[in-house]
């Protein structure tokens, strides 16, 4: 079990402050494992919303996670801030993979990095939908190494 | 069950910005009444620690939350930016109450205004402690009508 | 800032089982003070579905919370086993009071006491509409006191 | 971005009953993403307790979560009942992999299966410390093919 180094600011496309709540510390005193998705999804879905991809109330196209998962490099625990460093790393025809690192305050080195995969579905059915155009844009915009345009 | 109107930011004497989560919107699409006692907790025990109050980790002391409620007056979501107002309604021996006012956005009115009172406790033994000096000095501080003076 | 002593069980008219989670004890080792919320809500909730009252995903009316409060009694934490009394304490026309007694284990007195106040409204304009006459008849029920009928 | 099917009843060990909660349900009406990571920190601390190999308040070794990861197969919602299965996949000299599907109500088919590895370590200073006996003796119980014994 063997691990790699955790990342760096470097690594990613695009930053969200974030806060961490008291309620977040564990009876171990730290960040406790779950709060880490609460804040992927709150760093992903804040950005969605604010590239005018999203709205949670109305899109008639919505995301579901089909795949999450993270590995935890270092404590971070109330009242730190947190900064979410966001990149995509495969986009697929109706799937996209979100890969975020959470930074302790001034830290370049990120405290914890995961990913979850949203498949894009019909709201009312929950059947997969093709990513439309401006959304896919968008997506690979955060791609560290974008496919080449076809053509 | 008739209620008074909610107050505003002028009813509070310092404020501390707070952020909302995905997960914190229910089925209903809206901040789940839950949440806001999350905030709460994060605004007090936030200030106590700014203010060189509380160290969550080592502090001898420490506040248990003896009783809380709560009066919703308008919806809130994610994402809205929070802005929870605070002020010290009433201090005791060991007892202080915090009273909370939260403010969606820009709104002057608040979303919804609560309080909890927090008992002074040792740590090790949870037996109430008097409230030191320079904690009483920093709740007066956060009254609206502090008490005079003795002597 | 004198308390009550805590009610028993004998208080409460329906009792639900409810669990505790291994992220609901905070840095203090307990129970966080948000969590009883959270268990108020499933509580209620869970006795309406129950009870044919609500269905959360399409109810023409739903229960909104504009008020809650706790007293907290005594300490609980994971892994307790809690059970959660319900009785009615006041109902009006669209709003219906709720009181909610949390037992640690086998304990008879309550380790929490709380309450929340649902205001029944169309689910679509959030406007309030009449309690209808089951659900009347229910919380009725649940009422230590019921009101004498009428006529 | 393809899939293998999700696992059943039999691919588990042991099982434990789980509660959902009425907040669980996000704006899209089912259990949100995250709330899986907190019943798999449930389930399998609630499985250390009462193996006896943990006290959360004061065990000198505690097992820190390094990694986790959860695929979500089918959609969960309050007020389903949930059935954690339980079985270990790895383990280490320091580190324990604890595998964890969650069944809805009487589903024979996992709506999600997640991991997370636990790393043993001193609770005061956070360094790696061996399995004790005890616990290698319990977390081989639930693998669902032991290491033969060595000798």
């Given at each position: 079990m063997s691990r790699p180094p955790p990342g760096t600011r470097?690594?990613?496309r695009v930053f969200r402050p974030l806060q961490t709540r008291w309620?977040?510390?564990d009876i171990y005193g730290?960040?406790?494992?779950?709060v880490h998705y609460a804040l992927f999804d709150t760093a992903v879905n804040g950005w969605l919303i604010d590239a005018g991809l999203?709205?949670?109330?109305?899109?008639p196209t919505i995301g579901l996670v089909v795949e999450s998962g993270c590995r935890y490099a270092a404590e971070m625990g109330y009242p730190d801030q947190v900064t979410a460093g966001l990149r995509v790393g495969a986009l697929g025809r109706s799937s996209v993979r979100f890969e975020i690192g959470l930074f302790r305050n001034d830290a370049q080195s990120a405290a914890a990095e995961g990913f979850f995969i949203h498949v894009h579905v019909?709201?009312?059915?929950r059947r997969p939908v093709e990513i439309g155009s401006a959304a896919r844009a968008a997506f690979s915009g955060l791609m560290l190494d974008p496919p080449a345009p076809k053509g």
């Open positions: 470097a690594d990613y309620m977040d510390n730290h960040l406790n494992n779950v999203l709205n949670p109330a109305t899109s019909d709201r009312a059915t």
